[in-house]
């Protein structure tokens, strides 16, 4: 990949999300680089820049995390919890994607950082919702240094 511009991790086990998820992104010409992981331990190894994410000139450190929160191995709060925990990484902005409605669960999302919380599967307004939260953030990350 080798790419000066931020790069955009979605963390996400089901294929159909990651597809509607990069295609709503792409018609709302978001034109990050985006990198994929689909469980938890993918998603720290990534950002921990382990195992075959070593190379942070393939896998570099994102700008932006959108996580679900239901992700084999581990899930998205102990990524959460990890990520906040760990010095380096814990001010990454994190965008939870779940199907999870509960509320405890987007306290405990709130508690661990998140900046903002969507259900999944997204409505129209939802989604609109959601790019109306990501675009400043996204412009924020692809404005010159």
Known sequence: MNTTQPTILLAEDDDNDIFFMLRA???AEIDLPFQVVTNGQEALDYLGGAGKF????DYPLPALMLLDLKMP???GFDVLAW???NPA???LPVVVLTSSPEERDRRKAAELGARAYFIKPP???SVKEMLNFLAPCVERLAAPV
């Open 73 to 75: 191995f581990i899930d």
């Open 89 to 91: 990484l814990n001010s």
């Open 83 to 85: 990520l906040r925990s």
């Open 54 to 57: 070593a190379a942070r000139e």
């Open 25 to 27: 992104l792409r018609k």
């Open 123 to 125: 409505t129209a307004e």
